[in-house]
C-alpha cells in the first residue's frame, strides 16, 4: 500500500516537472516585454487633466454654495486626484530618456 502511494507521488511529481519545464521560456518574457512597450507608450492629454480639473472646483464651489459639502468634498477629492495624475504625467515625460540626448 504505502509503495503504491509512494510511486503515485513519485509519478505526479515527474508530471508536474514535465509540464512546467514545456512552457518555453520565451512566452513568459515576450508577453511581459509587450506589457511594458503597451504602457510606454500611453501618453498624457495635459491640455484636457487641466479643463477637468477645473470643471470639478467650479462644480465644487456650486455645490458648497447649494450647502451640499458632501458632494463638493467629493469632487475637490476627485480634483486633486486628477491633479496628482497630470503631475505624475509631466514628471513622467521630463524624466523620459530621450531618444536623440543634448
Avoid: Y
Wanted: net charge positive; with cysteine; proline share 3%.
Amino acid at each position: 500500500m504505502t509503495k503504491r502511494i509512494s510511486a503515485l507521488a513519485v509519478a505526479a511529481a515527474v508530471a508536474g516537472g514535465f509540464f512546467v519545464t514545456s512552457v518555453p521560456a520565451q512566452a513568459a518574457t515576450s508577453a511581459g516585454q509587450g506589457a511594458v512597450s503597451a504602457r510606454a507608450a500611453v501618453t498624457c492629454n495635459e491640455g484636457q487633466l487641466r479643463q477637468q480639473i477645473a470643471n470639478l472646483k467650479t462644480k465644487a464651489a456650486k455645490l458648497k454654495q447649494l450647502g451640499e459639502t458632501a458632494a463638493a468634498r467629493k469632487a475637490l477629492n476627485e480634483a486633486a486626484a486628477l491633479q496628482k495624475r497630470l503631475e505624475a504625467c509631466i514628471k513622467a515625460d521630463n524624466d523620459a530618456a530621450k531618444p536623440f540626448p543634448g
